[in-house]
């Protein structure tokens, strides 16, 4: 629609009574916005208090023009809603700002130093209502705070908060700029105005409310010490951004909303009376709509972390947490509630939010450009409808619950399940809550655990080993160290119960993980919970962010919870056959690799604070087996080499210098340590070094010159075979040249294929006399399985001198080529891995599970059934066995 200027400057004379004398005040903007120039007029408006000694005088001459030029461009249809609230908030920043630095400057000519203001509410999110008052908290650093020398801190503090609110909301002739509110503040009713960072800090860490966490959601640094107040919000991030869920804080909010229902005396559908921000479908509802889920998701997907709720929803939406039409539903009806709200304070500059009388109702609905209060109150009631359906099902959906049978009924119940011997299990968990776990010791844990007790007997039920799916989950409850949140996210989340059940039945590693961490349930939540982790740079940047600057074992911690939240989602993934287990395998391995390299550059950085740094020299690691290859399973361990660059003569340059052996060999003991030392957060991996040259016997970090004199003059054959599989995981582009180089030369030198050919046979018969299979699932030590398939991959590798690649299925590949292998024995590869990757998860003893565990193994490795999956193993191990046949004119002894 085209902006029509005079309509607005007419509507706005007839029915706003504060409009009208603006402009009978300010003609300059009046010509300016009559002649539709909206964007001069606004710029002319915030110089109103240029040249004006007094500040307060100033800000109110410029708040009056701002105010002006809003109102008439937003009824001209110039200006939309998004640009009125972010200029309404813009100004209200200048002039708390300006308010501050007036304050201070007055009392001591310096700048606003160690003086914060923060914004919250509506300020915060930068939508800012036409006549609003402020809700800032202000804040104040002792150490950095401008006083005079006889000034205590915090009594120069108080001056300065009194001379802010009076600049700002004292009523003179030239009006007020802003109403003040300090209410938000810790403990309002007895705490002085401002309040010191640290004391500020405590309570927030310590004793707030679950309102003032839901507050701190839209919280930003406005005015004041910027810098300061960012870094005191980066300190609370914690606080307000959990990333375990909480929703005892969630429910208390619910019951703030549900009070504010029940102490609203107004209509509840709109007519006189009805209030908008509070009214039911109005204002607040869509705010809160919007703050409940980001206080549940927002601790774990930070891109829902925003401050509008236009964007909040749009996020929601995003994330899949929220359908695009409520979004879309619940942000238009936002927008015109808040249209309204804004017609409704430009009459008389008055902070309402409640519809007037008929008569007065009538000029509100005209200055809107409507006919009457009739067709605004028409309007009014479809919008918010709309807006009261959907957070009446959002609270319904909090408030659900289902109910435990009377005690004297449980045993009965579950032999109506089909547990076995229903007396002596209803015995034990009603043991459960008589003190003998922590986690069920409250009166509000032990609620929420008979809201849900009902579901849990019944999903354990139906599956395959109902008892021993009780028992682990009782080991999940010994080790939570609380359970609330466990119970009213299972109950809120019916299908998360269904997948822990399969966790606890199905993936007994995944079982003892949550029995350790009943936290990781919250990794499941988010929609992303079954994506494939990204690339190892972006998981190492995740792992490295921290909510502060933290030390050296915080960020071991983060690295810790980071990758367990990884390994424990990609079970899951692999449970729910969601990838397949090649790339799952994949993701494990980029897991591993950030976690090393992070690892790596922490303890570097702190070893080097007393040692130093060796110029020109720095620790390489090599990766091998699996991790070389980059397919990990779960039960994997790191197999890594530690190597150093430079000349072994140097020494650091730190305050306690070190020889370069000595000082990579106690580095490369930091990087192990940092890798597999149990921290709070427990342990990581577990790290052999056995492949290094000379083994056991041999220092923990050579030199790259060194390893690659051993490895041409003393390796052996079988070492010789593992270096096919090594790759550089740590260290520069030069020091990673230099090692393959090195790893090349000796690859590429020729061998004796008899010779090889009888080292590679007595191996592999040493290895079979000394490991054997353990099972009809162990794909990799049954004859024909993945141990024969390496050995034959690598003797061709070294006989030939082609195909290298530390990939295992990708050597396979080029020897295919090659015409040295028969093509189906990538199939083979596949296959085999696939089985090594979720045998350790679905069957860790090797043998086949019972249904219907047999049937997710088989699906997780492509078939539908479990005896289809074991003939097509016995078709890949037939089809190793061949090709050995045909290299080593040996038969494998396969049963």
């Known amino acids: 629609m085209p902006c029509d200027w005079t309509a607005a400057l007419d509507r706005a004379r007839a029915h706003a009574p504060f409009l009208a004398m603006a402009l009978e005040r300010r003609p300059d903007l009046a010509e300016l916005l009559s002649a539709g120039e909206g964007e001069a007029a606004l710029e002319r408006a915030r110089a109103s208090g240029e040249g004006i000694e007094d500040v307060g005088v100033a800000l109110r001459r410029e708040r009056l023009g701002v105010a002006l030029v809003l109102a008439i461009g937003d009824l001209a249809g110039a200006f939309p809603l998004a640009r009125v609230t972010a200029e309404l908030t813009a100004l209200a920043d200048r002039a708390l700002d300006a308010a501050i630095r007036d304050a201070i400057m007055r009392r001591t000519g310096e700048d606003a130093r160690g003086f914060i203001a923060l914004a919250l509410g509506k300020h ?22 401008p006083r005079r020398e006889r000034d205590e801190p915090g009594e120069a503090a108080q001056r300065y908060a009194r001379e802010v609110v009076r600049t700002l909301a004292e009523s003179t002739a030239e009006g007020y700029v802003f109403r003040v509110d300090l209410r938000l503040r810790p403990a309002s009713e007895v705490s002085p105005l401002a309040i010191s960072c640290n004391a500020a800090l405590s309570h927030y860490e310590s004793s707030a409310l ?42 208390e909010i619910g019951r703030l909303t549900a009070r504010i229902r029940e102490t609203y005396s107004g209509p509840l559908e709109p007519q006189s009376g009805y209030n908008l921000k509070q009214g039911r479908g109005g204002i607040r509802e869509v705010e809160f709509f919007a703050q409940t889920h980001q206080l549940i998701h927002g601790g774990r997907d930070p891109s829902l972390r925003l401050r509008g709720v236009r964007a909040t929803l749009d996020a929601l939406a995003s994330a899949g947490l929220v359908s695009g039409e409520d979004a879309a539903v619940l942000g238009e009806s936002y927008d015109r509630l808040r249209t309204v709200e804004h017609r409704l304070q430009m009459v008389e500059d008055q902070q ?6 008929s008569e007065a109702l009538d000029r509100v609905a005209r200055l809107d450009g409507l006919a009457d209060g009739a067709a605004l109150l028409a309007n009014l009631a479809a919008v918010t409808v709309r807006v009261a359906g959907r957070f009446d099902r959002l609270i319904a959906a909090e408030q659900r619950a289902v109910h435990l049978p009377a005690t004297g009924s449980l045993p009965a119940r579950l032999a109506e399940l089909g547990y076995a011997d229903p007396a002596k299990l209803a015995q034990r968990i009603d043991g459960w809550q008589d003190g003998h776990i922590r986690a069920l010791r409250s009166p509000s844990a032990q609620a929420a655990f008979a809201d849900l007790l009902p579901r849990l007997l019944q999903a354990f039920a139906e599956a395959p080993q109902p008892e021993q799916a009780l028992l682990r989950w009782e080991h999940v409850l010994e080790r939570a160290s609380s359970a609330i949140n466990l ?73 810790r919870l980071v990758t367990g939240e990884a390994r424990f989602a990609l079970g899951v993934q692999l449970i729910e056959a969601a990838h397949d287990p090649l790339d799952i395998a994949r993701a494990l391995s980029r897991c591993a690799e950030a976690a090393l390299q992070l690892a790596g550059e922490a303890a570097a950085q702190e070893f080097a604070r007393d040692h130093g740094v060796i110029a020109g020299s720095e620790l390489v690691v090599l990766g091998f087996g699996r991790l070389g290859g980059g397919l990990l399973t779960h039960a994997s361990d790191l197999d890594i080499v530690y190597l150093f660059s430079g000349s072994h003569d140097a020494e650091s340059d730190g305050r306690r210098p070190l020889g370069a052996t000595l000082y990579f060999n106690r580095l490369a003991q930091r990087v192990s340590a940092a890798l597999s030392v149990p921290t709070a957060q427990g342990a990581l991996y577990e790290v052999d070094t056995r492949l290094r040259p000379q083994g056991t016997q041999g220092p923990l970090a050579a030199s790259v010159e060194s390893f690659a004199r051993y490895q041409r003059e003393d390796a052996w054959t079988w070492e010789h075979m593992a270096l096919t599989r090594a790759r550089v995981l740590v260290g520069s582009d030069a020091s990673r040249a230099q090692v393959e180089a090195a790893i090349d030369a000796v690859l590429m030198r020729e061998r004796d294929p008899d010779s090889l050919r009888a080292d590679v046979l007595k191996m592999r018969a040493d290895m079979a006399a000394n490991k054997p299979p353990r099972g009809p699932l162990d794909a990799k030590l049954l004859r024909g399985a993945l141990v024969d398939l390496e050995f034959l991959v690598h003797y061709l590798q070294l ?19 090659a015409g040295l292998l028969d093509p189906g024995l990538r199939t083979a590869h596949d296959l085999l891995t696939r089985m090594l990757v979720a045998t350790r998860l679905l069957a860790p003893d090797l043998a086949m599970p019972p249904a219907p ?18 003939r097509a193993c016995t078709l890949a191990r037939h089809g190793v066995a061949r090709e050995w046949q045909r290299h080593f004119d040996t038969e494998l002894e396969m049963h």
């Not at 005015?223 to 991030?237: C, K």
């Not at 309402?352 to 009388?357: M, S």
């Open 124 to 145: 915060g999110a930068g939508e800012l209502n036409y006549s609003s008052d402020i809700d800032p908290i202000l804040l104040y650093d002792p150490e950095t705070l």
């Open 210 to 251: 679950a309102w003032e966490r839901a507050a701190f959601i839209r919280a930003r640094a406005c005015a004041g010490d910027i810098a300061a107040g960012e870094a005191f919000l980066a300190a609370i991030r914690p606080f307000v951004w959990r990333r375990s869920l909480d929703f005892g804080a969630i429910e």
């Open 352 to 357: 309402t939010h409640t519809l007037p009388g």
């Open 487 to 559: 119970f009213r996210l299972l109950e809120a989340r019916p299908g998360l119960l269904d997948q822990l059940v399969r966790i606890l039945t199905l993936a007994p590693p995944l079982a003892e993980e949550l029995g350790r961490r009943p936290d990781l349930l919250d990794t499941l939540i988010d929609q992303s919970a079954f994506d494939l982790p990204g690339a190892t740079g972006e998981l190492k940047t995740k792992m490295a962010r921290t909510e502060r600057d933290e030390g050296y074992e915080q960020l071991l911690d983060r690295i």
């Open 799 to 817: 006989r030939e001198r082609r195909a290298f690649s530390p990939d295992l299925g990708l050597a396979v590949d080029g020897l295919v080529e």
């Open 853 to 870: 565990a047999d049937t997710v193994l088989a699906r997780a490795c492509g078939h539908d059934r479990a005896d289809a999956l074991l």
